[in-house]
DNA sequence: TAAAAGTGTCATGCA
DNA sequence: CATGCATGACACTTT
């Protein structure tokens, strides 16, 4: 194992640490050993040429990004530990860090960077092996960077070794150290040129003589801390991983109250978010499980590798994690710089990234078997800079991290979100995805850039957090302007509902994706689930009024409250579409209340109708009686006329031969039925017929 | 678990 | 032309 040990400040361990956090793909695993001062950087995306380690063992590096900003798109700000604080009365209650964050006002996803650079690999010597590296290189700024170092190679020995050598790293780079002590300069020095000279790129400020003197006197303190080491090694080895876990803490709370301060980022994160305005905030120390012990323990095995990645990591999230790594701040401050890679490296990486793409996900199941021996060895000697001591008498803890870019953009990719921006417009950030290929580590790394920018979108402005325990990026404001644009560019083109499935998917974009509403509602704590989605998405982007007064207030005012405050064209943009869909969510209920209320009430006419008709049938069956008793008072009448009725010759006149006639004038006359109407003969004879039939 | 009801949203047309 | 409103249609959630 390779250890490139942090520098050392007088006032104790400045350790400046790189820790990327993708929001796809990168993971991290580590506690360290940090004391005074930590800087926090905010990329605001991953650079050409940053290369990612993965726990694989694949190394892969970003192939394709955007052009670095010209005003410098690293945030830097420092955060105190209180620790530090009180070393130091003068020095500021709070970080520069929250200070220049506060300043913002801007969106910003909480990441952390540290200076120098941390390499968590699994390459190994062999094709099975696996080790982990944990690298340091010096700020730039800080000095000389002490380098106790062992071979990279060594850290698996004997092949096939891979869950032992991991997991017994330390340990067993103590070992190797006693068998065959290796000389840490030399061997990166003795590395093949091309390894050196990549590792000369990498490293940086390690070859300065000052550097180099570092590496000596962190040389004799490896040795010591190894040997310290080597001792609680041997008591724990045999221990469960809770164990372990408390003999590490146990031993940082020694280094704590040692010389060697010690400050884990979990003490950073507790740090974080004790602010006030905390920056992380809502970042659940839960989902920064702690690392087994250490960083090899975690590399032990592929199994139980992802048993703790599955347990670090308590979302149902694709657990993608890599190392970001880059060669020192100069180099990764200065695109200019930056782009001076290695063409060769730049393109070997590329390969593997390229390989790394056809593989099917990147949640890191198992060491991929085929990790090539070159890129192995490039990786190992890129991994030179890294110091026992860190693994060695730190506390590691496992910052985990993984980060599903499905998942972790899930606010702007709520179903149906709609920026109510144009459509035909490409996305850029898309296409950076599209370009590097959406499933690579090293995609993630990039895609992070533009999963970022969600998370810059719907998370971060203001410092909302819509997933803490995701998000945990910071961006900065010389970063804004240009991340901005890079969120305000990826809503702008992510309408949903015409893209096609290909498209949705690599925007990460879903209108109709079954179950992604839980999913992201397990994402919501109990305040944020009770928000509508326009609420999270306002409060996301920060918008200064309400969901309510933005409906509901008169276009006058409304056009007023726009031009009155200064707003992005991004919060412009919500803010229109929240009134729309708000005014016409209540036209929706108008209009369906108004519907249902010409349901209710022709339900009404017809309960209505119905009743009417019965009474009009009652009526009609009243009617008929009437006109039936009337008839047959008309034929009783009628018969008692004829029986009274004689002719000339004294008979009685037959009502079958003679019928009474109505005249004109109102006199009745007896008629001859042959003699009769039609009309009349015909209704007389039913009269007689019903008149029969009752009798 | 399937079906119905409810809801939010979008597209479209009209004023 | 911008805006509001109404409404059908669709997808999704809730019952």
Not at 120 to 132: E, K, M, P
Not at 181 to 208: F, I, K, M, W, Y
Not at 230 to 235: A, I, T
Not at 285 to 312: C, K, Q, W
Request: aromatic share 6%; hydrophobic share 30%; proline share 5%.
């Amino acid at each position: 194992m390779k250890y490139l040990k942090p520098w050392w400040s007088d006032g104790g361990s400045l350790f400046h640490l790189t820790i990327l956090l993708s929001l796809a793909e990168l993971r991290l695993d580590l506690d360290l050993d940090l004391d005074l001062d930590l800087y926090l950087l905010f990329p605001p995306r991953t650079l050409l040429g940053d290369e990612l380690l993965l726990r694989n063992g694949q190394t892969s590096h970003i192939s394709a990004l955007s052009p670095f900003p010209a005003s410098g798109g690293w945030g830097r700000a420092e955060l105190l530990h209180p620790k530090c604080w009180e070393r130091d009365p003068a020095a500021p209650p709070e970080g520069r860090l929250l200070r220049e964050v506060r300043a913002l006002g801007v969106p910003f996803i909480p990441s952390i960077r540290v200076d120098a650079w941390l390499v968590h690999s699994v390459a190994a010597g062999d094709a099975d092996g696996a080790h982990a590296l944990l690298g340091a290189a010096a700020a730039s700024s800080a000095g000389g960077v002490g380098a106790g170092v062992e071979g990279v190679s060594q850290a698996a020995p004997g092949g096939g070794g891979g869950p032992r050598a991991v997991q017994s790293s330390p340990l067993a780079a103590g070992e190797e150290e006693e068998k065959a002590p290796a000389e840490p300069t030399a061997q990166v020095s003795d590395a093949d040129g091309h390894a050196s000279e990549e590792n000369e790129v990498l490293r940086g400020v390690s070859h300065s003589p000052q550097h180099e003197e570092n590496e000596q006197r962190s040389s004799t303190q490896k040795e010591k801390s190894l040997q310290q080491k080597n001792e609680d090694e041997n008591k724990v080895a045999d221990k469960p991983a809770w164990e372990a876990e408390k003999t590490t803490e146990s031993r940082s709370e020694r280094y704590q109250n040692g010389t060697d301060s010690f400050f884990s980022l979990e003490d950073l994160f507790q740090l974080l978010s004790s602010q006030p305005e905390n920056l992380l905030e809502g970042v659940s120390l839960g989902d920064i499980a702690p690392l087994p012990r250490s960083i090899n323990d975690g590399m032990n095995s592929p199994t139980h590798y992802n048993v703790n990645f599955s347990e670090a990591v308590s979302h149902d999230v694709s657990l993608h994690e890599a190392m970001l790594r880059c060669s020192d701040n100069t180099f990764r401050r200065d695109p200019v710089a930056r782009t001076s890679q290695p063409q060769e490296q730049i393109l070997q990486l590329s390969s593997i990234t390229n390989t790394e793409q056809t593989l099917p996900g990147t949640n890191l199941t198992g060491f991929l078997p085929f990790v090539d021996n070159q890129m192995r060895n490039l990786s190992q000697d890129h991994l030179y800079d890294l110091d026992i001591n860190i693994l060695d008498e730190t506390n590691l803890m496992s910052l985990a991290t993984g980060f599903d870019p499905m998942e972790v953009s899930w606010l702007l990719e709520e179903p149906g979100y709609d920026s109510g921006l144009s459509l035909d417009s490409s996305n850029n950030s898309t296409s950076v995805i599209k370009s590097n290929s959406s499933h690579s580590i090293c995609e993630g790394a990039t895609g992070s850039s533009s999963d970022l920018s969600h998370h810059d979108l719907e998370g971060a402005v203001g410092g909302y957090c819509p997933e803490p325990s995701k998000l945990c990026y910071m961006n900065d404001k010389s970063d804004s302007h240009f991340h901005g644009d890079l969120v305000f560019q990826h809503v702008s083109h992510n309408h949903t509902y015409h893209l096609e499935p290909s498209a949705l998917e690599s925007t990460s974009e879903s209108f109709s994706m079954p179950g992604k509403s839980q999913k992201i509602s397990r994402y919501l704590n109990d305040t944020d689930r009770n928000l509508s989605r326009d609420e999270r998405r306002a409060k996301a982007l920060h918008i200064p009024f309400s969901v309510d007064e933005i409906i509901r207030m008169p276009v006058d005012s409304f056009n007023s409250m726009l031009s009155r405050h200064y707003l992005t064209d991004l919060q412009v943009s919500l803010i229109r579409d929240i009134r729309r869909r708000g005014k016409n969510k209540v036209a929706a209920q108008n209009c369906r209340k108004r519907k249902l209320d010409v349901i209710l009430n022709l339900e009404d006419d017809v309960c209505s109708l119905q009743a009417k008709k019965e009474t009009l049938k009652r009526e009609q069956s009243q009617c008929h009686k009437a006109i039936n008793i009337m008839k047959q008072k008309l034929h009783h009448l009628y018969c008692d006329v004829f029986s009274r009725l004689r002719d000339d010759q004294g008979r009685p006149v037959s009502p079958n031969q003679y019928a009474l006639q109505c005249t004109h004038d109102g006199s009745v006359v007896i008629v001859p039925k042959e003699l009769m109407i039609p009309g009349q003969k015909k209704e007389n004879q039913k009269g007689k017929r019903k008149n029969e039939k009752k009798n």
